[in-house]
Structure formats: C-alpha cells, structure tokens
C-alpha cells in the first residue's frame, strides 16, 4: 500500500509533562504547567499533570509496549526541572538517572531515543526572571542543554532544541491559554526571539557534545488556505501564514523575520542585537514537523456579503478538537519545505488525531477514525517522498492518551488508550494497525 524508504524512522512522541506525573519528585522542582495547572481555572476540570500516566514509575513497563508495537523510534522530552531544579547551577542526578536508564532501556529494545529538550515545561524558577520574555532565559537553557547533553549525548543521536516555538510563545505569552498565563503581545514576540536565540546557540552544544549528532527543531506548521480568491482573504492568508509558520520557518533559512508580521505587529523589535540573526540561522539536520489540520483564512473586517463566496469550504470530518481531517495540508507543506526553505531532511514529529473512545465489554478500543487519520496522513507521507520531498521519519501523536494541556485529560491523542484511574493501558485498534504496517514496510 504504501512504499518507503529503507531506513524510515517510524515512532511514537510523548512529552515529559503530559505524561511523567511525579511532579514534585526526587528533587524535581516546579515547572511553569505545574504552578499554572495547580492555579484553579486554568486547566478544564481542574486537570493536572501531577500523576498523569505515571509514566516516571512505569517507564519500564511502557518501554515493553513500545518493544511489542515494533516502534523504532520513540520521541520524549526532558523535563528540565528534573534535571535542574533551580532552572540553572545545581544538577539532580535522580533527574539525569531517571532519563539515563529510559534510554538504556530503549537501546537494550533497538528503540531510537529521539530528544526533545523542551517540550513546554519551563522551571518555575525561571519565569518568575521573567522566563521566555526576558533575555536571561538564553544562557540558562546553553547551560541546560549542556547539561543534559553531556549526560545523555554518548547514547542518543537525535535532538530536538524545541517543541513548537510558536506555541510557547504566542499561547503561553499573548493568549495566556498555557502556562504562564500572561496575556501580552510584546512579550510573545520577544519570547519568540529568545526561544530561536536559545535554539541556535544550543545547536553547537550538542554538536560539541555529541558525535555525529542529528540535530533539529520542531515546527507546529499550519497551511493557510485564502477561504476565496479575494484580495482580502488572500491577504488575511497571508498574515496568518506569516505569524505562525513564516515568522519561525525564515529565520531559521537566514532570512531575517518577515518584513509584514514585524510591521503587522508593530513591535520594533528592539532586543534582537547584533548577531543574533546568524546565530539563529545555525544549519540544522532537519526540521521536524507537526501537522494536525489547515486554517481557512477568512477576512474579519470584511462581510460576507461584501466579501467574495468561499470557494474553500472546511470538510466535515472533524477531530474532536474541533480541527479538520485535511490530510493534503501534510503533504503542501512538506513540498513547501523543501522547495521554497530547502531543508536538508524533514522529520514528521508529530500527526495524530483525538476521538473520544471507549473500552468496549471485552476491554477493547476501537479506532477506526483515528487509524484512517493516520493512514491517510502516511498516504501523503510517502507521495511526498515519492515526489522527492526527503522526508526521513514519522511519529504518531501520541503513543499514549495524555494530558492534553488546557483541555486536561479531555482528549485523547494515543494510539494506547490510559485509564487513568487505574493506570492500565490497552492498544487500541489503530496501534495494533500501526504496529503491523511497522512490520510490514520494514520487512
Ligand atoms: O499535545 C500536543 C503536543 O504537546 C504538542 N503538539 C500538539 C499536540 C496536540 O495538541
């Protein structure tokens, strides 16, 4: 059905806060999601990540699933308030061994450990310095990514600076939907700076402390699609492409920040120093990419009536975080990647979907959505590689059900169902059909 390339990654992505638990353990100190899940309000239910799936007690267990699904590859974060409480200076070694035996334990299975340095969990510490919006935060997370590098670089390959720049920034920062809460432009824009800062200054890092290190950056990438050819939805397409994937993807090519988004946001700007761009622009080994759904770019400040008809209309087939099935958006934007910004090679770090499922009477999950999300998102997958795009891997999102950040455990991305009261985890029938494609494109 499908045809790949030998030496496709294929795996599974988790991130340490949604599901480690453990919060306040074995010298961990606070992260910005502990104290903001903790802060009535601001988490759906009152949801927090402090037992989640347990994951920091079971991860031997976890790590048998993943051997028995066949994955080859496995995606997680480091919590840096395990390994630093302090956010700086004093190491955990309880934080360093915690990670340390999960990736013996994934070697020992032939499991590739995929590192995401951060993955959203800021210590606590640091936020209240000011966290992303202040300047500071770039040395700490060099120090950061030495430290764990150092520990960990013997073993694992592969690193992953950031998770979704764009979302730490502009949600956590301008929305105030994820941690910290605030609701300030400004500093989402000078937190969107010092996240690439601190990307490109830590990429040498690893490099120095790795050998032969592949080393990227992961991208939550929406392709805008104009919702008729007028000029005003055309232009609404364009904005919106501009903040949330150009304003990422052209630095990081050397292309400075768009002339449009900086106007757009009336922000001079001013904290960018000398220097920065090109440290920004450190050639990486691929850019990794998370694709869930398009945006159809309507003009506001236009009526319908005065507008022209869409002619783009949103499907039907909608995941239950209200995101449409758009499989084709995967494969415009890979091309995009490829041909217009030239990355060397492409990782899909992310591509999955929640449904809301349920343990049937014989303690079943049946998926059929998610599995044909899945199977169609990898159709595009492989014709982008079929058209040249070098696409080298893809992780399902995710291998577990987990804490789904402002939604708490409302939705459910895994292809392994968790009941959270008793922790017990069964595979559902999409992680039984992703374990056997694994098996049969790799035989
Ligand atoms: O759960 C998140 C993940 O942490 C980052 N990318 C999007 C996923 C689904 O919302």
């Not at 502990?34 to 309000?41: A, E, L, V, W």
């Not at 590192?115 to 500071?136: F, I, K």
């Not at 590098?149 to 929305?175: M, Q």
Request: net charge negative.
């Amino acid at each position: 059905m499908f045809q790949f390339p030998k030496g496709f990654v294929w795996g599974a992505a988790t991130a340490s806060y949604q599901i480690e638990g453990a919060w306040d353990e074995d010298g961990k100190g606070e992260s910005i999601w502990d104290r903001f899940s903790h802060t009535p309000g601001c988490v759906q239910d009152g949801d927090t990540g402090d037992i989640a799936c347990d994951h920091y007690h079971r991860w031997h267990d976890d790590v048998k699933l993943m051997k028995d699904l066949g994955l080859k590859a496995y995606r997680f974060s480091i919590a840096w308030t395990r390994v630093l409480p302090e956010g700086r200076g004093r190491v955990n070694q309880m934080g360093i061994d915690f990670y340390s035996q999960l990736v013996d334990a994934l070697l020992a299975e032939k499991i590739e450990p995929w590192v995401t340095l951060y993955h959203w969990d800021l210590p606590q510490v640091l936020q209240d310095e000011g966290g992303w919006a202040s300047r500071m935060i770039v040395d700490a997370f060099v120090e950061y990514t030495d430290v764990v590098t150092r520990a960990l670089g013997d073993r694992v390959k592969n690193w992953i600076t950031l998770n979704e720049p764009w979302v730490s920034a502009f949600v956590g920062y301008r929305d105030g939907r994820h941690a910290p809460g605030h609701t300030n432009l400004n500093e989402a824009i000078a937190g969107s700076h010092h996240l690439l800062l601190s990307h490109g200054r830590s990429v040498p890092v690893i490099r120095a402390n790795c050998a032969n290190a592949n080393v990227g950056i992961t991208l939550n990438l929406t392709p805008q699609e104009p919702a008729s050819p007028s000029m005003a939805d055309r232009k609404a397409a364009t904005w919106t492409d501009g903040y949330i994937n150009r304003f990422f993807l052209d630095p990081l090519v050397g292309r400075g920040y768009p002339q449009d988004i900086v106007n757009g946001h009336g922000n001079a700007m001013e904290f960018i120093q000398p220097g920065d761009m090109e440290v920004i622009a450190v050639p990486v080994d691929f850019v990794g990419v998370n694709y869930y759904t398009r945006n159809i770019a309507r003009a506001e400040n236009v009526s319908e009536a005065e507008n022209e008809p869409r002619t783009v209309i949103r499907g039907d087939e909608i995941t239950e975080m209200d995101w449409e099935v758009y499989p084709k958006g995967l494969y415009n934007i890979l091309g995009r990647l490829y041909f217009d910004y030239a990355f060397p090679a492409i990782y899909i770090t992310e591509n999955g979907a929640a449904f809301p499922d349920e343990v049937d009477a014989d303690g079943q999950v049946d998926d059929p959505a998610r599995l044909s999300y899945i199977k169609r998102h990898l159709e595009m997958v492989s014709q982008a590689i079929h058209a040249d795009v070098p696409v080298k891997g893809y992780f399902v999102w995710s291998l577990f059900d987990n804490f789904e950040w402002g939604f708490g455990f409302s939705k459910r991305f895994g292809i392994v169902h968790v009941d959270y009261k008793t922790q017990k985890r069964t595979v559902k029938s999409s992680g039984r059909w992703y374990s056997r494609i694994i098996g049969e494109v790799m035989a």
